[in-house]
């Protein structure tokens, strides 16, 4: 909401105005990065910062982020003077639609993905390990210009694909097996999330079936993405095509999620929302097929709903023969 990246500090969001209470540690980040709000340097607790100011400004009936605050905190911020009331969606439901500069913003966040990505494939290599190879990816991440990674890059080798937020550890890269990438690049606040599979040339059919079913319905899901559809309704476009494949039962996740100043924020692209997407939605479609012991496929790109259909906002190859490389 103000621009300011600091920690240790709440927004307060009066009808005159809004007002950073920080602490000295920031204040001079705060001028640089809040230009629409005041900025207050508290002494004490942020807590005693809080009530103070509400009440020095008369304000008695105060909502506050439920979602975002902890238990133990809320007990200390209770107080006779302020009659707190929770809220909850209201900022990330400001967060929804997208403007221009936004958009260009999770572009550029893309753009920045996608080139770490088309290095990949020349540099990875038979018995690096998975921890390796994710250190790699963040590092390439930051040299081509973005803050960080998105969030903590997911490497997964062979069997272990079927993880579908496993961590990567120390398994190193046998040949002949698949790779599971799933990374973003975080730029100017906002991010970007994508997922693409390496196989092998040598590419066995169970593997080559799975990969093709998982393509075709996250493409079905793309081609599908449109203005008034709900979130469940367009899960279901890709969870129909895995179950005439018979694998709807090993995607358990839902289709996809939004992605903006959160790496994932509204709208659900699930059967868990019955809310009509809307055209400025930015979100990801990624369906995946998980089989323990086996692995995994997954593949995921962004798109950015238009008032008539959908923008896709990534563009790595994701054809068969294009990601048998390994
Ligand atoms: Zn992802
Ligand atoms: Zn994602």
Redo the contacts with the bound molecule.
């Keep these: 909401m103000s621009g300011f990246t600091g920690a240790d500090s709440w927004l307060v969001v009066a009808r005159d105005g809004a007002a950073l209470l920080t602490d000295s540690r920031y204040t001079q980040q705060a001028g640089f990065e809040c230009r629409h709000c005041g900025v207050t340097t508290r002494k004490g607790t942020l807590r005693d910062a809080c009530i103070k100011h509400l009440k020095s400004h008369g304000l008695r009936i105060v909502g506050f982020e439920a979602d975002s605050i902890a238990y133990a905190q809320w007990r200390k911020l209770e107080n006779d003077a302020i009659e707190w009331r929770p809220t909850s969606g209201m900022i990330e439901n400001m967060r929804l639609i997208k403007d221009a500069g936004e958009i260009k913003s999770i572009r550029r966040a893309a753009t920045v993905a996608e080139k770490c990505f088309q290095s990949i494939r020349e540099w990875i290599s038979p018995g690096m390990t998975e921890r390796q190879v994710a250190n790699k990816i963040e590092f390439e991440l930051r040299r081509l210009g973005a803050q960080s990674s998105s ?1 903590e890059t ?1 490497v997964l080798f062979g069997e272990r694909s079927s993880l579908p937020h496993g961590r990567p550890g120390q398994r190193s890269l046998g040949p002949g097996e698949p790779v599971l990438i ?3 690049a975080r730029l100017d606040l906002y991010n970007s ?3 693409r599979m390496l196989l092998p040339s040598t590419i066995g059919s169970k593997l080559k079936r799975i990969y093709r079913a998982v393509l075709v319905a996250q493409q079905a899901a793309i081609d599908a993405a449109r203005p008034g559809m709900t979130g469940r309704e367009l899960d279901a476009v890709a969870r129909n095509h895995l179950t005439r494949a018979r694998l709807g039962n090993r995607f358990g996740h839902g289709l996809g999620h939004g992605v903006g100043m959160e ?1 994932h924020e509204a709208p659900v692209v699930g059967h868990t929302n019955d809310a009509r997407l809307r055209p400025g939605m930015v979100f ?1 479609i ?1 369906p995946g097929v998980y089989i323990p012991g086996w692995g995994g496929i ?1 593949i ?1 790109d962004m798109v950015q709903l238009t008032r008539t259909g959908r923008r896709i906002l990534t563009a790595l190859p994701k054809k068969l023969e294009e990601v048998c490389v390994l």
Excluded: S
């Design positions: 969030f997911i799933d990374w973003g999330d994508l997922t790496i990801t990624e997954r995921e």
